[in-house]
């Protein structure tokens, strides 16, 4: 459904970054939400991600397009 890159943060357990993604299609109801993270690890960075919160937000729909009208 979507996608969001993490930047590295370095090896600190306190660095953080924010990452953003939207979802590309509509949803309704009650959903399930999985999360997916998928990269490589060295001795050095032995984890893919150090997540301190999530955050949920939506975007309200229009729902006026039979209202618009076309310039030609």
């Not at 924010?18 to 999985?34: C, D, H, I, S």
Request: without cysteine.
């Amino acid at each position: 459904m979507s996608t969001a890159a993490l930047k590295q943060t370095g090896s600190g357990w306190m660095n953080y970054a924010t990452a953003e993604a939207v979802l590309n299609r509509t949803l309704t109801g009650k959903q399930a939400l999985y999360i997916v993270m998928k990269g490589s690890t060295t001795s050095s960075l032995p984890y893919i991600g150090n997540f301190d919160s999530f955050t949920w937000g939506y975007q309200k729909l229009r729902s006026d397009y039979a209202d618009l009208e076309l310039e030609t």
